[in-house]
């Protein structure tokens, strides 16, 4: 059987679309009318085609995807290139009202309910120990989380990070100091002139693993705006223009690492929409509790900082380099190679540290900086320093509602 696509209103598929041969279809979605009732959410692949059967007879569906009529219970999708929420309404004829199916296109829908987790078991990256140092910087303790994230199951890719920012890469750096054009700019304009605007980007393809904070976070306010979300961060110029980077009166200092280098200032001020639940970086408590993926036991998902490397290989890869470090070999490798956690999230490890930003200055040895890198090292706890001119990885997160209560639990 062949199932040629429709347009977007579910309409009979026009006879010029081409046919697409059922073996193609990669998954199928089995469905209750009853799980219906309230809004269900289905995790899907980038640029998978996947098929919907409800287990009634369906009226009507409404997508914006290409979409094409299975039989009167089953609809076939293309999902996206790109990471984001698509929805479907479905129509069944003894009711008047729709119902909704959310797709998380690339990303891990979990709905915590007064779930347990642990947290703490951090100290300074082994790099930066000294015999000075006092005991663990954040106590291990266990905490109870309700709410609902929507977490990128990769790190961002660069081809992600090309489309959604395509505006703002220009053609040529004007960064003058040679060191930073390589450092933070030259690859992506040869990224992007060897791209195509809206070209495929594959589920799997390379790291994003040079990029700076506030690049990131400017990346997260145009995914919120594509899916029209409140965008989470404010920027703004500070009045003094050679703060340095810290926490002021709720607000974040950072370097203004763009993509441009034309702008008078060398920080700006970050502050937070408290009314968006769009997409952001993960606070360190929240990036902890993605990595450990449920685990109250280890000290890293395979088990210890002493685990043999085969063992630690199945998790993560330890090969990149940091484009903070005077080197060109920055090495950006697929991700989703290698095992998940226990929530479904891969590459935690491995592959490029995370920008994760810190809700206060907890910790001594990273000299006042609002953010730290996670998941460079081998351990839940390491960190390194989080100066916002560093190149690194990151991945998005939102908690749909803004409705995450934490609540101590002790140890």
Known sequence: MCVAFA??????????LKNIPEDKIQRTFKVSRDSLRKELWLEVEKNEIVKVCIDKKVKDWKASLKSSIFNDSCLVLQLPTLIGVETLNVYFSDVKISHKINLAVGMKYLDFKNEEVKLGFNRKSNKFWTLDDAGEEDPERFVSITGTYLVDKYPVTNCELIQVLWDSIPATSTYKNPQYRKM????????KMASTRNAYCAAHDTI???VTLYQSMVYANTRSIREGLKPYYIFSVPD?????????????????WDFSGTHNTINIMVTINAKSDGYRLPFYDEWMMLARGGDKEKKAPWGSPATPLNEIQKYARFESSYAMEETSDYISEPVGQLLPNGYGL???????????????????????HPSVLKGGELSYGFYDVGA???GAG?????NIGNNAKWEERGF
């Open 394 to 398: 990151f991945r998005l997160i939102r």
């Open 184 to 191: 933070h700019h030259e690859d992506w304009f040869a990224r």
């Open 346 to 368: 891969y590459d935690m490890f491995g592959l490029a540290a995370e920008h994760v930003l810190l809700k206060d200055n907890r910790f001594i040895g990273n000299s006042d």
């Open 240 to 256: 003094d223009l050679y703060l340095y980077e810290g926490f002021v009166k709720k607000a974040y200092i950072i370097g203004f």
């Open 208 to 210: 994003a693993n040079t």
């Open 7 to 16: 347009n977007a209103q579910g309409i009979n598929p026009s006879k010029d």
């Open 388 to 390: 916002s001119g560093v």
